[in-house]
């Protein structure tokens, strides 16, 4: 039934299991976090976090849901956020629900996505907090 191959683990090959040089990593729909999360891979998320997720790449799953700040180069989101985002490159899906502020280089919005917060541009952001500091 079962035959050692070179594509076990015993073999040598690399699997997806969190080991070294793993290019993403998977939190499946069973899976629900309390805690902060950071990874410097690529992340997919399928479960439910309470807390602040930073990564390279974060691609949100539509029954997903996030209750807390995430932080990433790019997000492609389908899921519910209850926080705010702070990404280059953010796609907000069809069956997004984002509720928090969002800050963004480039931003893409498909039909029947939404967001409740305040949207800014990085660049318009950080030049809102010079302002800021100059005041006072």
Do not use: W
């Not at 807390?68 to 899906?93: F, M, N, P, W, Y």
């Not at 498909?110 to 030049?127: C, E, K, L, V």
């Amino acid at each position: 039934m079962f035959s050692k191959s070179s594509n076990s683990p015993s073999g040598g090959s690399t699997m997806a299991t969190g080991a070294k040089h793993t290019p993403f990593s998977i939190i499946g729909g069973d899976v629900a976090i309390q805690g902060n999360i950071e990874a410097s891979v690529d992340l997919h998320i399928d479960g439910k976090i309470e807390g602040d997720i930073a990564c390279a790449a974060l691609v949100q799953g539509p029954e997903s849901r996030i209750n807390g700040h995430v932080t990433a180069k790019s997000a492609r989101i389908a899921g519910v956020i209850d926080g705010s985002i702070t990404a280059e490159e953010l796609s907000v899906e069809a069956s997004a629900r984002i509720t928090g502020d969002v800050t963004y280089e480039t931003i893409s919005i498909a039909t029947g996505g939404q967001i409740d917060g305040n949207m800014a541009h990085m660049g318009r952001a950080a030049d809102l907090k010079l302002v800021k500091s100059d005041a006072g």
